[in-house]
């Protein structure tokens, strides 16, 4: 089972800024929808973002609206997470994860992939 991988992940001031990325190699992006989570310590797993198979349609969690921006190149197999503005509140692993259609709760998914680590220092 083709599981995405998140990366991109480091430790950053707050106000500044990282651009994560979702790739996975085996897998047609093309197809799918890509979802961006995150979990925080003794936290449960949220959304973040989500994109659309032809990257027309985005859908953001109103923590990241105006901040964080999701796009995607379907040529590069790579959905990317452009996150701005960084708050110690956005430290958090981050977990991309692929679907059909756009849904917002982590248990309409099973296939987590690796995630990667953002720590925001203040």
């Known amino acids: 089972q083709v599981r995405p991988v998140g990366s991109g992940g480091e430790q950053v001031q707050a106000g500044g800024s990282l651009r994560l990325s979702c790739a996975a190699s085996g897998l047609t992006f093309s197809t799918n929808v890509v979802v961006w989570f995150r979990q925080a310590p003794g936290k449960e797993r949220e959304f973040v973002a989500a994109?659309?198979?032809?990257?027309?349609?985005?859908k953001y969690a109103d923590s990241v609206k105006g901040r964080f921006v999701i796009s995607r190149e379907n040529t590069k197999k790579a959905v990317d997470l452009q996150m701005n503005n960084l708050k110690p509140e956005d430290a958090a692993v981050y977990y991309c994860?692929?679907?059909?259609?756009?849904?917002?709760?982590?248990?309409?998914?099973?296939?987590w992939g690796q995630g990667t680590q953002v720590t925001v220092s203040s």
């Open positions: 994109i659309s198979r032809s990257g027309d349609s985005t």
């Open positions: 994860a692929v679907s059909t259609e756009i849904y917002v709760l982590p248990s309409d998914y099973t296939n």
